[in-house]
């Protein structure tokens, strides 16, 4: 009975896995330069799951859309964009391939939409 217990408080919870979105981001923007742009949308798709507050990822992921010719997605994308951004420090800059403040994906977004509107 003894090695038994031991066995089993030798077992360590497994802690959960660190989710790096800009890693995950970089990895995607890869696999747009080299053209796989299916890929690229599932790696994005996972990492708006894995972090859905990470804004950079939204954006590239919209944009992948607009790329891709699905323009309605692109622009619901955006739309969370705003909702996620809504609130937030215009001067806060937030992590990505490029840190970036949330002014300069609030003003991309309302350029984006603006202009799909007119189109």
Not at 21 to 48: K, N, S, T, W
Not at 90 to 107: C, K, S
Request: no cysteine; proline share 8%.
């Amino acid at each position: 009975e003894r090695p038994r217990r031991a066995r089993a408080a030798s077992v360590a919870p497994t802690a959960p896995a660190v989710v790096e979105p800009v890693a995950i981001h970089l990895r995607a923007l890869v696999h747009i330069e080299r053209g796989d742009q299916r890929l690229a949308e599932q790696i994005l798709a996972e990492l708006g799951r894995l972090a859905p507050r990470y804004v950079p990822g939204l954006m590239e992921r919209a944009l992948l859309h607009l790329r891709s010719g699905q323009r309605q997605a692109a622009v619901t994308l955006m739309q969370e964009l705003l909702e996620r951004t809504d609130g937030l420090d215009p001067e806060l800059t937030l992590a990505g391939p490029e840190p970036l403040p949330v002014r300069y994906y609030t003003a991309s977004a309302k350029a984006f939409l603006d202009l799909q509107r007119v189109a």
